[in-house]
């Protein structure tokens, strides 16, 4: 890890001293000598961390501690280099703003900063002699008796075979908790016949998460060993090689391991491999996989037959990609929920898992505290066991102070971050900044990894793509949990497990990478330090007042604030103390103003406030247009006085996003010499419009040229008449990269012909006037992508209420959603929204029909229902849902007590899903599977929380609710493997609702698998 960091310390580095040569000019020798001296160790770090990653793999490297050592130095020299720049570049700047007085007052002696560079390059020197010294004093040959003792060792073990047993974990138990619907899930999906191909399935988790086990149990369910002719498993590591993987499937058949075997090249292993499986139902099992390509030089080693192969791949990260390979989605394993967590931690800790009620207020705090994993639940369980466990002492300490815990559970967790991708590390690593259980915006971690310079733009891709594929490669390794989705499926919020956000803060305070601090009304701040990066929570005002050093290390500060008042002194500390920050993070503070002070922060470049109270700003001060490095402004609230006039001066500026309204000024006449256009603006959000913002409009090819995001806020205070909305929206033709448009509180337009720029690949309309003529012009773009309709209003009551879309309009669009809609009627003619993918209907309470044309919809893959009227969700049990498309629906939304609900929307609706299977959706059939579950789980609640009245009945009212969730869990995994079972299926739908039968009949008369687990209370 030092090797990445300090390299990316030094490559980050050398790029300042490229961009700011000009700044530089009194010391530009001793710089560039500097740079040389940069890129040379960058090039000598990137080659001595893939050296150790071999030696990881090998043996460990005797030299390692002086490696070690060095490094650090190196990194904090690099540093103490980068700060010495960073404090003459800072004095160039201010000493341009002040007059001929002030400059004098203020002088700085250049000859003490090429002395100082001097100073650095010598240590430089130094590290690396005494690196060759202490190195070459360590190193030795390796011994003929050690040779001898290889060579002895390779040929007892049959020369070059490997050990196919992966040492485990003595944290593994076999109580299995919270895995019984996801063993009953995977063992159909295994054994269903509608899958006659060879069909990959990956189990998919963060360490711990129980992956192994559950692959176990489904190995040895009786319905897998009746169902295989052969089944192999395999244990494996992120050492394992494509050779070892074959040769330890082929040891567990019946060919076994020979001599000519072991001598075989892989391409003949894996011919012999597909010989031994051919002709056969099988099953593989490959536990312990990692992404390291293994699986694409493999794969064609597994006959693709009709007797339907199965390959079952445990793996904290994805490995397998390709559609030819696999029919379903990886399976990812979720946390358990708080019930599930105490009943682990009790059958780990108490003779026969029974939890002494006096104790179990305490206990449910230490399972709770664990956060759903596994690993954490057992190795605490571990460590409680050593002490006495009836003592309340015991149960009343804090989790906090086992530390023993929390090592065992890094250690294992460790792994996952020392194999990642070095671009990957310091994005892994600055999740370390946010609270425990934060819900990070996916969108803010992007622009903050941007300005970081952890994302840099690559192969004509832009830094935002780049920085998504970076958070879905970490999604895909289990290091980051994704909340929720956006409509059109991209991640909308996600967050780190508190055990690997305590991996990120051990890593990154030993780097001094970063340093959190959580701070109380009574604390004192903590001492001085070099961490570049800050994250203050809790009592922030507190903090800032208390704050008493010269924070210079600081690049980065990040304030997760409790809805404290920031006020003027606050400003005035951090413009004085963090005077070099390039990242300020406001989270949840009350600020009433900016202060002209701000253009302190000489080297900012991102700078985002945030409340969840809409914050009224008076203005933005002028000396902000100074900051010649700023990219970013984000505020959530309003501006209310115009912005300043010199922003136009900004060409750096990127992102200018102001969430409820700002106004800006037009732009100054050009002056000789002088830029006064936004050139580099991507992101323009918030912008009050009147009818005086057509003439700006009009200007923007020469002002902000490269616009993609625009967020346009009609002022209600100065409305526009309906001609003059309309010439408005016609001036964004003059945005020719405008890829994206939002537009609130627009009032009743002028329906035109070429209204808007066919460049729009996607259109929010939130609380606008939306007529038929309006939506059929929406349908002409060629590029619309994505459509969201939110609260639109019709201009006239005597105008229809429906929308209608005909052949070919809609062309292109995959994405389409209405919320809060007043229409009665939907119509769409055949032809209409052919690449339709995703359709969300919420709250459009007077909508009483859905276009038939929809279930011939060959593209459509997810429908979602909620908030919608009662007549309307009758009419969607009639509805034909097309083949390969999921329905997600409030209607079975459930209250639960012990966050017991396991299924959550991906978009943060609160929302569950439906998977129906392919039989079922190919036939068409009444979605009663939908309703009777809402039924089922409705009638299960009482019975369950009104035991206590029950108390006559009570071991049958124990028996009732076992029987109904059975049921209920029958229902919603039934996965309709014939027509005629269909038939019965829909039989049983109807019945159930009277309950005329005992349950225990029901489920005999209609074949619920005998291998469900009972849960018995």
Known sequence: MADSVASFVLEKFAEVLKQEISLLSGVKEQVKSLENELVMINGFLRNSEGDQQQQQQQQHDHNDAVKEAFIEQIRDVARDAEDVIDKYIVHVIKQKRRTIPGKLLHSLDVHDVANTITDIKNIISNCFANREKYANQGSRQPSRIDVDAAAAVAAADGGSRPSFRRSRTAVERDHVVGLEDHIYKLVNQLTQDRCSRRDVISITGMG??????????????????????????????????????????????????????????????????????????????????????????????????????????????????????????????????????????????????????????????????????????????????????????????????????????????????????????????????????????????????????????????????????CLEELIDRSLIEVVSKRTDGGVKTCRIHYLLQELCKSESEREKFLE???????????????????????????????????????????????????????????????????????????IESIPKDIENLVLLRYIRIWNDQVLKIPAIPDSICSLRYLESIDINGQVIEYLPKKIWRMKQLRHLKVSKSMRLRDPPRRNSGTSVALVNLRILSGLAVDKKTKLLMAKARSKFPNVEKLHLVSDTKKPMVESEVADLLESLKNLQRLKSLKVVNFPKFQPRISLLPSTLNKITIVSSCLDLEHFKILGQLSNLRILKLRKTYRSSPNMPSKLSCLRGEFSTLEVFQMMGLTIETWEMKRGAMPNLQRLVIKDCYELRNLPNELSNSIKLRHVEVSEMSENFMKLLVEFKVPKECELLTDSNVQEMDDNENDFYDASGDDLNYYDPSPSRQAGGEKMADIIVPVFMENLTKPVGHEANLLLEVKDHVCLLEDDLGIINTFLKDFDGKQNEHNVMFFGWAMITPSLKKPTGDISVEFGIPADKPRMRK
């Open 208 to 469: 711990g998460s129980g992956k192994t086990k559950l692959a176990k149990k489904i190995y040895q369910h009786n319905a897998v060993i009746a169902y295989f002719q052969t089944r192999v498993w395999v244990d494996g590591s992120r050492e394992y090689k494509s050779r070892d993987w074959l040769l330890g499937i082929l040891s567990c058949l019946t060919i076994g391991i020979t001599n000519e075997i072991l001598g075989m090249p892989d391409d003949k292993l894996k011919q012999t491999l597909r010989k031994g499986l051919q002709g056969k139902r099988y099953l593989v099992v490959m536990d312990g996989m990692w992404n390291n390509g293994v699986w694409n030089t493999i794969n064609t080693a597994f006959p693709d037959e009709p007797k339907g192969g199965r390959i079952l791949i445990t793996c904290r990260e994805k490995v397998v990609t390709s559609i030819d390979d696999c029919t379903t989605l990886p399976y990812s394993l979720p946390p358990l929920n708080e019930k599930q967590s105490l009943e682990l931690l009790c059958k780990n800790v108490f003779p026969n898992g029974d939890c002494p009620r006096n104790l179990k207020t305490y206990v449910k705090q230490h399972a709770e505290s664990c956060k759903g994993l596994p690993l954490s639940i057992v190795v605490l369980g571990d460590n409680l066991k050593r002490k006495d466990i009836f003592s309340y002492r015991t149960w009343s300490d804090t989790i906090d102070a086992d530390s023993n815990h929390r090592k065992q559970c890094l250690d294992i967790l460790g792994q996952s971050y020392k194999h990642l991708p070095r671009h990957l590390k310091c994005c892994f690593l600055y999740l370390g900044l946010f609270p425990k259980q934060f819900e990070i915006p996916a969108r803010q971690l992007i622009e903050l990894w941007s300005a970081e310079g952890f994302i840099k733009a690559n192969g004509g891709r832009d830094v935002v793509k780049v920085a998504e594929d």
């Open 516 to 590: 959190v601090h959580r701070i109380s009304d009574s604390e004192v701040p903590p001492p001085w330090s070099k961490a570049r990066r800050l994250s203050i929570q809790g009592s922030t005002s507190h903090y800032i007042s208390s704050f008493s050093y010269n924070a210079s290390s600081a690049r980065s500060l990040l304030l997760f604030s409790e809805n404290n008042l920031f006020e003027t002194n606050h400003w005035q500390k951090i413009c004085k103390s963090f005077m070099y920050v390039r990242l300020l993070y406001l989270w949840k503070v009350q």
